[in-house]
């Protein structure tokens, strides 16, 4: 009787030690220096803070503010369009026509290449005197010298192109696992009863694929919401802040400036709002209660 | 053999082995030497210099450890929080104070004035050295200098008929006089991403001519009249006689810039020689000092000094000590020196027939040694000086540069930064 009352804890207590030291104890000390003055370069004041890291980052802290509505803008352009053309791009090459393994091994091929060498792709792209601006320029398009991450006109769109490059794949590699999935016998019956195009691609495509958008879409916006590397090197967040989001924020505090303590409240800051935005998310589109 | 003894065997036989790192069984010492900026530029000077050493000296073996500029503060705080610090290691005057504060370097002073080297090395170097580790003891051994130059296109210049400029005014001019934007031809480059403004307040002070960063009160004189007249000229060439790119400027989109062929002048210092000569050659290449303003004096901001540090916890203090004298010593400081392109803080190199072709270096070093000289040495010491100069004031002057910013509004509020951290840091050191 003792034994088979124990057994399940045993055997799930690996992956709760695991969660614990993986999840938890990081989760908890970021969560511990929040509440202290952490600051490599101002010792001698270290200690218990209180709220104090809070009050600064809520009520005296214009860059929290606006690095966080940069985020939120960022997560939602980016979700959004990758979204759009990655269902567009999964459509297309789930239809049958010659050349159809080619063009989803290119659809695919942006995905496989690292997050660095993206970057190192656009800067090349985007330079000034040898990038595609450049070329536009010398056959009569534009003005030489044009600096598209220079500009604060248009560093967001520059960014969001190079980060859709990217991203755009996976929604299109998910969405086409899935539609493989749609038995071909409800197209076929809706087309008997007359369905036009659009109507079987509303009836019968979207109901399929709703549970892989939820989760595409949040898996998405949470990794956006803590996307570094790409504007990291792209832009460092600049030019004068007009690409900092949250988490570059944080390095910058944390990392560059020593500011432990502001560093973590601001990281604290950071998960709540991801993690109100799951739960909402998730309830709304009900997907828990199936 | 039971299972446990051969365990406990095991380890014993790793422990021992680990633990004769420091003094092997043939009494050969080996001392560990962390280079505080490895990479393809240093690593093979430092290999062959060792060689050297350890043929002249059979009984020591040097571990030699390059770790990159960018991350050897944290390697050397997590050293010392660890117990795991070398016995030798490459330091440079930005964050000697720091290695000082937690105890973990030897003072030098009295192994120095036992030393050949005693009259050896150039004594604004080692006042410098001085003045950085906080306490006035000797904690680093310098063994270059650097300087802040203009590098300038000299066939440019010559093709304009324009002499390389000596006043903030001339650069100014020549700058907009070089520039053609039709062929993506630019007179100067800004930096204007990271490192943006250690160099913006070099440029400010040669201009200037204040000849400290703070008042005896602790007040910063970052927002002198003059400071902030030429932070306003530079700012207004961005866009105009520079690539509208510098705003994101960083060391290698600068650099890229100038080898590229799209700018005449660069503000950098000694430390790119290697990259702008490599790719261009002396013909092309020259090197000026920072030009001087309206007052005609020559104010400087020298660069951090590199040297090496004996740590406290090591074994073997004698055996790194005798390494550091050998790095300094005429041959390997010359030999060094030569290799990187910096000023060699062993005067008896000063003669060396290199040092006197080799323009910039030479350039440099008169600018130092000159008597109307003044040095305005940067408060590495202060703690909080690096955070506000560039976490903090960087994207700052981004705004200047695009125009959201008034070049007064931000030197006042740097100033104001600087002059809250210093009597903030005064009170608290004890």
Redesign the interface.
Known sequence: MSRARWTPYVLIAPTVLLMAVFVVYPVGSVAYYSLQHYD?????ANGFAGLDNFRQMLLHDPLFWQSLGFSARWVVVEVGLQLLLGLGLALIVNETFVGRGLARALVFSPWAVSGVLTTGIWILLY????GVF?QLAAAGIG?????V????ATVFPATVVAELWRGVPFFAILLLADLQGIPPDLYEAASVDGATRWQRFRMVTLPHLRDAIVLSTLLRAVWEFNNVDLLYTL???????QT?TLPLYVA??AV????FGYGSALTTAGFVVLLFFSVLYLRLSKFDRR | MSRATTIAVILACVLGLAGCGGGDADGKVTITFWDNNGGPGRTPVFQHLIAEFERAEPDIHVEYVGIPSSSVQQKYDTAIAGGATPDVGGVTTSYLSDLVGQDALAPLDDRLAGSPLRDKLLPSLVDDVRQAGGDHKLYELPSSANLDVIWYRKDWFAQAGLQPPSTWDELLADAARLTDRSANRYGYTVRGGAGSVFQLLSEAYSYSGQPSFFGADGTSTTAAPGNVDLVRRVAALYGKATPAADVNNGYTQMVAEFTGGSVAMMHHNLGSSGDLLKALGPDKVGAIPLPVGPSGKRTVVPNPTDGFAVFKAGEHQDAAWKFVQFLLSKDSNSYWNQQVGQIPANTDVYADAWLRADQPVEMALGVLRAKDTVLATAPFALPRFSPITKADSEPRYQKVLLGTLSANDFLHGLADELTAAERDWRSHKG
């Open positions: 490599v370069t101002r010792s001698w330079n000034p005197s040898t450049q003005s030489p010298g044009t600096s991450l220079g500009d604060p832009t460092g967040g600049g030019p004068a802040d900092t910058r505090k560059d400036a020593h500011d």
